[in-house]
């Protein structure tokens, strides 16, 4: 069974930082191309990032380029998204999903999310 577990969000305030982590189990991971996408409050599923299955190659939306920075350790199937300068616009639920940025939605495959919360 696959399992993405999302953790590390929280409240933080304008221009802040977070560290999302994703752990993943049921399937190789290594194998595998990921992403994080996005709900925002009343909005649907957005894509942020995309990372190869070797971590060799990233891909990030507009809105996120040079703010984000999405990484992967295979070793211990673990999937990140280091956030930095944090704006309230940033204020929505994250999943970790299966696939790239072409196949994420059909693979229909992520977790539960983590909340994150961008508010002075």
């Known amino acids: 069974e696959v399992q993405l577990v999302e953790s590390g969000g929280g409240l933080v305030q304008p221009g802040g930082s977070l560290r999302l982590s994703c752990a993943a189990s049921?399937?190789?991971?290594?194998?595998?191309?990921m992403s994080w996408v996005r709900q925002a409050p009343g909005e649907g599923l957005e894509w942020v990032s995309s990372i190869t299955d070797d971590g060799g190659r990233t891909a990030y939306a507009d809105s996120v380029k040079g703010r984000f920075t999405m990484s992967r350790d295979n070793a211990k199937n673990t999937l990140y998204l280091e956030m930095n300068n944090l704006e309230p616009e940033d204020t929505a639920v994250y999943y970790c999903a299966q696939g790239g940025s072409t196949t994420w939605r059909a693979r229909r495959s992520w977790g539960r999310g983590t909340q994150v919360t961008v508010s002075s």
């Open positions: 049921g399937f190789i991971f290594s194998t595998l191309g």
